[in-house]
């Protein structure tokens, strides 16, 4: 069974930084896009950052210049490094990837169980 889990939440003053990680393992062949989502209390999940195996990134606007992503492909694990964080950041963070078990088999989407990050004024 393929599962994302996700670690490096938590609660941090405005103007500090954390770093979320998320490892996929199980039975995996290859991951394509690796990334985070957020949300909110009362509000939709959003986007905020995606990495492709090829190394194309994608950003929300409202975390351009304060969080970067990256990943180790040879441990499947995508990492968020969030600076100056600001208490909109506050949300649940979720990691997503695309993998496929085998050479041959359709990419499927997968979700982590999310981890909470709390951003104090």
């Known amino acids: 069974q393929v599962q994302l889990v996700e670690s490096g939440g938590g609660l941090v003053q405005a103007g500090g930084s954390l770093i979320l990680s998320c490892a996929a393992s199980?039975?995996?062949?290859?991951?394509?896009?690796m990334g985070w989502y957020r949300q909110a209390p009362g509000k939709q999940r959003e986007l905020v950052a995606t990495?492709?195996?090829?190394?194309?990134?994608n950003y929300a606007d409202s975390v351009k210049g304060r969080f970067t992503i990256s990943r180790d492909n040879a441990k499947n694990t995508v990492f968020l490094q969030m600076n100056n964080l600001k208490p909109e950041d506050t949300a649940v963070y979720y990691c997503?990837?695309?993998?496929?078990?085998?050479?041959?088999?359709?990419?499927?989407?997968?979700w982590g169980q999310g981890t909470l990050v709390t951003v104090s004024s």
């Open positions: 990495l492709a195996a090829g190394g194309r990134t």
């Open positions: 199980g039975t995996i062949y290859s991951v394509n896009v």
């Open positions: 997503n990837a695309d993998y496929r078990a085998t050479l041959y088999a359709k990419y499927h989407e997968l």
